[in-house]
């Protein structure tokens, strides 16, 4: 988790090569940015692919 320049909160996903992956929203609250990971836990196994394009 890290701290946006404005204090605010954001999870950033980063690939085994360093590259990040996906950046979050940003979140008033460091419990919010925690549920936030808690449900990409939860729900991302099961979630379906769509590709864009």
Do not use: C, W
Not at 24 to 44: D, W
Not at 45 to 50: D, E, R, S
Request: aromatic share 6%.
């Amino acid at each position: 988790m890290v701290a946006s320049k404005d204090g605010q909160h954001f999870v950033r996903f980063v690939a085994s090569n360093g590259e990040t992956m996906v950046r979050t929203e940003t979140y008033k609250s460091r419990s919010s940015a925690k549920n936030a990971i808690a449900s990409l836990i939860k729900n991302g196994p099961g979630a379906a692919l769509v590709e864009a394009g």
